[in-house]
Nanobody
């Protein structure tokens, strides 16, 4: 059974930083991993993705503020978020895609507020 477990969310002040982590357990190899977010009343949107080879892609709004990375040996993906703004408040979901299917985590809440 495949499980994705996110951690690292929480409350942070505007301008602050957070590092999200997601561990993928189960017998899969993640071709691509990524982070999406969903704010109240809005659709889920891409934040960043990264392939097993290390190629990354970011939402335009997050370029220069976020860095996605992964540890293939640990099947873990990270999202370093800096200079956070209140509009980044959302539930952040981890995503993993194998050759057979895609998998989602349960989400971790990120709240940017003073």
């Amino acid at each position: 059974q495949v499980q994705l477990v996110e951690s690292g969310g929480g409350l942070v002040q505007p301008g602050g930083s957070l590092r999200l982590s997601c561990v993928v357990s189960g017998s899969i190899f993640s071709i691509a991993m990524g982070w999406y977010r969903q704010a109240p009343g809005k659709q889920r949107e891409l934040v960043a993705t990264i392939t097993s080879g290390g190629s990354s892609n970011y939402a335009d709004s997050e370029k220069g503020r976020c860095t996605i990375s992964r540890d293939n040996a640990k099947n873990t993906v990270y999202l370093q978020m800096n200079c956070l703004k209140p509009e980044a408040t959302a539930v952040y979901y981890c995503y993993s895609r194998s050759t057979m299917s895609g998998y989602w985590g349960q989400g971790t809440q990120v709240t940017v507020s003073s």
